[in-house]
């Protein structure tokens, strides 16, 4: 089972990944990514929040490595994956998890990043600075999952995969 759940997870780490030069949205020094919104809502519902949050940390180093992000990748993805991961295995419904998502990395994300900004990047900005463009990007990924998981295509390719655990042994995760 922990064999299906690290390559659920490699997936999802290289398609966040390899996209991340293709579709994002530049917004003064950082740069808005709404697929790993969306990478962050599924991990949170497929794995729960401790791996959510690993998703989201490796993608951002990943990106960080190859030039394709800032160091505000990190508060964006990681926060918003560890609330919709917390709030998925509180409520188990989708629209918890999209919401910890929006809220974790638009709110709490976007100040967190004025923090970094300031701080470690010297970068004298507004806190409000980063929270709309996060907000956008976020809310944008967050309804993608929703989608693909209303659409029932994530039923479709985990049906056959040894994800299929009980809530108890899941942690947080569950099987669409």
């Known amino acids: 089972m922990q064999t299906a759940r690290l390559t659920l997870s490699a997936l999802l780490i290289a398609i966040g990944t390899l996209t991340a030069n293709l579709f994002y949205i530049p917004a003064g020094i950082s740069k808005c990514f709404p697929v790993q919104h969306c990478i962050n809502v599924l991990a949170a519902i497929l794995l729960g929040p401790?791996?959510?949050?690993?998703?989201?940390?490796?993608?951002?180093?990943?990106?960080?490595?190859?030039?394709?992000?800032?160091?505000?990748?990190?508060?964006?993805?990681?926060?918003?994956?560890?609330c919709a991961g917390i709030l998925y295995a509180r409520f188990k419904n989708v629209k918890?998890?999209?919401?910890?998502?929006?809220?974790?990395?638009?709110?709490?994300?976007?100040?967190?990043?004025?923090?970094?900004?300031?701080?470690?990047?010297?970068?004298?900005?507004?806190?409000?600075?980063?929270i709309p463009p996060f907000l956008v990007s976020t809310i944008g990924g967050s309804i993608i999952a929703g989608l693909l998981i209303k659409s029932g295509v994530l039923n479709t390719v985990m049906s056959s995969s040894l994800l299929r655990q009980s809530s108890k042994n899941n942690k947080g995760g569950h099987y669409v």
């Open 50 to 82: 401790s791996y959510a949050t690993g998703i989201g940390f490796t993608i951002a180093l990943l990106r960080n490595m190859f030039g394709l992000g800032t160091l505000l990748a990190f508060p964006g993805s990681m926060i918003g994956a560890f």
């Open 96 to 130: 918890s998890a999209m919401f910890g998502e929006i809220f974790g990395t638009g709110i709490l994300g976007g100040f967190v990043s004025f923090l970094i900004a300031q701080y470690v990047l010297g970068k004298t900005t507004v806190a409000w600075f980063f």
